[in-house]
């Protein structure tokens, strides 16, 4: 049974492009999360979503960035117009139902955004 | 504001010895704690928790101490081995406020156990 499977694992991406991160969940997981982590810094969340549904979006930068879990497909976090301090490592975590009580998220192995 | 820290950017100890990892929190409304493992280019490995009812829980070689009133938790290892070498992130979380999937994580711990 693979686990939270994120590609690609490194992006170079220079200032003013887009770039997109995909994370495909646990097989029968229909709960995705993603977590940034910054240079020196621990991760932090940024959003939740369900197939079809953000439920929880209080991380994510008011500007340039979106993420969508489509009912088919990968789970996307697209970052527009990409700036130096959108570099990062970008993780994903997923769950079968909404994580509750003392369950705790596996996280992928992530995703390094490098911009130059 | 860090709400969760990890005053110790890294920690070296001997092979067969105990490794003390500390992390602080000051949000009174963290009711459950976590301790992740991360090696290099993979992504952090959930290693133990702790809730706010407890002080103390134990896994194998691995036992996290919570003090409530210092809003202090520690990560105990003993014996340390080799393997153990990796950042140890220490993350909370609010149970009872139904978002427990919104952790927040210190900035970690580089944990180095020489042979």
């Known amino acids: 049974n693979a686990g939270v499977m994120q590609n690609p694992r490194h992006l170079v991406r220079r200032r003013g492009q887009e770039a997109r991160l995909r994370c495909s969940p646990m097989?029968?997981?229909?709960?995705v999360y993603w977590y940034r982590q910054l240079p020196e810094e621990g991760l932090k969340f940024m959003v939740y979503?369900?197939?079809?549904?953000?439920?929880?979006e209080s991380g994510m930068p008011k500007e340039r960035f979106s993420a969508e879990f489509p009912k088919e497909g990968p789970s996307i976090l697209r970052i527009q117009q990409v700036v130096r301090g959108d570099s990062a490592a970008y993780f994903c975590?997923?769950?079968?139902?909404?994580?509750?009580?003392?369950?705790?998220?596996?996280f992928g192995a992530g995703s390094r955004l490098t911009v130059l | 504001d860090q709400q969760v820290k990890q005053n110790s950017p890294s920690l070296s100890v001997q092979e067969g010895r105990i490794s003390i990892l500390n992390c602080d929190y000051t949000?009174?409304?963290?009711?459950?704690f976590l301790w992740y493992k991360k090696y290099p280019a993979e992504g952090p490995t959930f290693l133990i928790s702790?809730?706010?009812?407890?002080d103390k829980n134990e896994d194998g070689r691995f036992t996290v101490f919570l003090n409530k009133s210092a809003k202090h938790l520690s990560l105990h290892i003993v014996p340390s081995q080799p393997g153990d070498s990796a950042v140890y992130f220490c993350?909370?979380?609010?149970?009872?406020?139904?978002?427990?999937?919104?952790?927040?994580f210190g900035k970690g711990t580089l944990l180095t156990v020489n042979p």
């Open positions: 975590a997923s769950s079968p139902v909404s994580i509750s009580g003392a369950n705790v998220l596996t």
């Open positions: 097989k029968g997981h229909s709960h």
């Open positions: 979503l369900q197939k079809e549904n953000i439920i929880d």
């Open positions: 949000n009174s409304m963290f009711d459950y």
């Open positions: 702790i809730s706010s009812i407890k």
């Open positions: 993350a909370a979380s609010t149970i009872s406020g139904g978002s427990n999937y919104k952790l927040t």
